[in-house]
């Protein structure tokens, strides 16, 4: 859904309009629209790794970075393009298995 909503922004403006669309933010205390996409991409991931009981990965952590330096480098749409491909990736090749407690036993 994410990614048809890009296409859909980027089919109806310039590229140069897009990428400003990128460090658009609805409210003043909200992280811009690149920052947005990067933390579903990264609660997607967490989510992930957390059932598998694994440490995030390094594109992830990556990610995250991104999303801190979001005020000073935005992105483009391209790059958020790229981003949610790679979490749609990860996602669509993921196979649920059993769940069984980590090492630590069930956490909530």
């Given at each position: 859904m994410l990614d048809r909503l890009?296409?859909?922004a980027g089919a109806q403006v310039s590229a140069d309009q897009a990428d400003a669309l990128m460090s658009a933010r609805i409210a003043a205390d909200m992280?811009?629209?690149?920052?947005q996409v990067r933390l579903t991409v990264v609660q997607a991931l967490e989510a992930i790794c957390r059932l598998r009981d694994e440490?995030?990965?390094e594109?992830?952590?990556a990610i995250g970075a991104e999303v801190r330096n979001a005020d000073d480098a935005p992105g483009t749409l391209?790059?958020?393009?790229a981003v949610l491909a790679h979490a749609l990736e990860v996602l669509?090749?993921?196979?649920?298995?059993?769940w069984t407690p980590g090492p630590s036993g069930p956490s909530l």
């Open positions: 890009l296409d859909k992280y811009p629209l690149s920052a440490p995030k990965t594109r992830m952590l391209a790059e958020a393009r669509g090749g993921w196979v649920p298995t059993p």
